[in-house]
């Protein structure tokens, strides 16, 4: 089993092709995907592009959508909602498309997008992911690409 860590997306070289990845952003993007998903959410389109995010939602019937987007922990402009979980409630996302784009969650969910195994951990199930890694029967396991922007902590090394 081959294991590679990237800090952020931007350090996954284009040559990495993994047969399974992990993005890891527990704190803001994959948290509320996941809760979005468990409110209702029909499905979640996510874009490290602003204007291609822009492009898909404009196809989408203006009531069935929402915008979800932040830079640099800040809800973009036209945007309906930022990327917190407690603002993706049954009552805002049932039924609803939403189209995201964050500063390194979904930039990173863009990298790996044509990897055949995606997982995303939340802050719920962050501590499985490992396990559901082993039980696969892939034979190159994963590329972990973190968010994030400081240093690694001392106790991922």
């Known amino acids: 089993m081959q294991i590679s860590y990237f800090h952020v997306p931007a350090e996954m070289p284009q040559s990495v092709h993994p047969s399974a990845a992990v993005v890891i952003d527990v704190l803001r993007a994959t948290t509320t ?11 979640i389109q996510a874009f490290a592009d ?8 404009a196809a989408w019937p203006a009531d069935a959508r929402l915008l979800v987007g932040e830079r640099g922990g800040q809800k973009l ?9 407690v603002t993706v409630g049954p009552e805002t996302v049932a039924g609803k498309r939403l189209f995201m784009s964050t500063t390194n969650g979904t930039r990173a969910l863009d990298r ?13 199930t962050v501590k499985r992911w490992p396990n559901v890694c082993i039980s696969t029967s892939q034979t190159r396991l994963p590329s972990s690409v973190a968010v994030g922007r400081g240093p690694i902590p001392s106790k991922i090394h």
């Not at 995907?33 to 959410?41: M, Y």
């Open 50 to 57: 602003i204007e291609a995010l822009q492009s898909a939602a």
């Open 112 to 124: 790996v997008r044509d990897v055949p195994l995606l997982m995303t951990p939340h802050c719920p």
């Open 33 to 43: 995907i996941a809760w979005a998903l468990h409110n209702g959410a029909e499905a």
């Open 77 to 85: 402009e036209g945007f309906d909602l930022g990327n917190s979980p």
